[in-house]
């Protein structure tokens, strides 16, 4: 049975019992004789019982029935309270000694009976204070609730082996309705760095980082039926990213949906280094060139949206055979670390730097009174001045050099410019080797 079928069974049953405590107390010409009353309840579908201290004045046939009894003799005798059970005894005993010395008692409430043959049902009990016969009595509306019992029971087993086995599994679950969370499993409080309690009854927004809240948000609306990532705060408020999947599910009762957690912070590292490894000179640690040309795309699109100019600087080392040559490779390894780190001294961190092949080497930068060509020159040539004094060297550090500048204006492929600059540089070079 849902809740919206119990909550009308519930307006109905008050409507009823308003009217009887209207018939049965009103006077006049509005009033209904006990005889009427005793006509309509017959029909009843739900136990009716009207008390006066420990004697029952009246009971219809669905109470008869609900006690177990066949003939109303064979409960003659017996006191109203005999067919409560044990364990639900001084509760009700209490609320009816309320209601008689106050009128202050609950008006609905749940007991357990024992039937004729020893069996449990559970009635739902409505009652309220009467004149009846010209007396004072309370008047009972019974309803057997045991198989809704049955059903809330077999459901709370459901969600006990649910959380059993939700904590037994190292994914994390969480159930929500519409956002409030209500219920998560170990594994998700472990995730967040939460204890048991500390979580239920919040939003699942208070767990998600900014970056992220649109997209739970969104899916809040109207819930994807794919997985999607998220990146999630933890208690600390460190970020923790995290893959999720859900699905409607019944829980306490009403609908809510289930939540599948997994913890993908190592895996998403991992796609980081994979990435950083596949445009990263593993030598120098500078950009290799897919990643110059993939972030020097970036950077010329930048530039024609805010029509800002941009300087390329492309480089090889001079007497790099000569070195590898004379004193082997692993020297030649040692130059173009050296070569690299000069360049990182001359340029900003802002700027592209690239060991594009062998000794081969490319800065993307924007322009500014500081990147002009002339300038950069003379800064890299005295940075490497420094460097060759260095003490014990076997060989200077030298380069040769080539510029080239992209107007937005007058846009080009990174191609394009890569080759302009090339040709000033082997032109350099030339000069150097006639000298």
Known sequence: ???????????????????????????????????????????????????????????????????GYRDPADIAGKPPLS?????????????????????????????????????????????????YEGQPASLGYMRDITERKKAE???????ERFRQLADA???GILIHDKGKILDVNQSTLQMLGYERGESAGNNVLDFIADESKEIVMKNLQDPYDAPFEIVAKKKDGSAINMEIFGKPIIFRMKQARVVALRD???????????????????????????????????QMSFAERTKRGLVLMVSDLDGMKRINDTWGHL???????????????????????ARTGGDEFAVLALKTSDTDPGVLIDRLQKQISV????EGRLYDLSMSIGFAEYDPGRACSIDELIQQADMRMYEHKRMKEKQ
């Not at 460097?387 to 260095?390: G, S, T, V």
């Open 264 to 298: 993908v912070t190592r895996r998403k590292q991992m796609e980081d280094e994979i990435r950083k490894m596949a445009i990263t000179d593993e030598l120098t640690g500078l950009n290799n060139r897919r990643g110059f040309l993939a972030f020097a795309q970036q």
């Open 169 to 171: 599994t190292f994914e």
């Open 331 to 353: 020297e030649g390894d040692k130059i173009l670390i050296e070569a690299a780190a000069v360049l990182k001294q001359v340029f900003r961190a802002a700027d592209i730097i």
């Open 153 to 159: 029971e077999a459901i709370r087993e459901s969600e």
């Open 1 to 67: 049975m849902t809740r919206e079928q119990l909550v009308r069974q519930a307006a109905a049953l008050r409507r009823k019992i308003a009217k009887l405590e209207k018939s049965l107390a009103g006077s006049g010409k509005g009033m209904v004789s006990a005889e009427t009353f005793r006509l309509i309840a017959e029909r009843a579908n739900d136990g009716i019982i009207i008390i006066r201290g420990n004697e029952r004045l009246y009971f219809n046939p669905k109470y008869l029935e609900m006690t």
């Open 83 to 131: 067919f409560i059970h044990p364990d639900d005894l001084e509760k009700v005993a209490r609320i009816a000694k309320s209601r008689q010395e106050t009128g202050s008692a609950p008006t609905q409430y749940e007991f357990r009976g024992i039937r004729a043959d020893g069996s449990i049902i559970w009635i739902e009990i409505s009652s309220s204070l009467i004149d």
């Open 387 to 390: 460097n060759n004094q260095r």
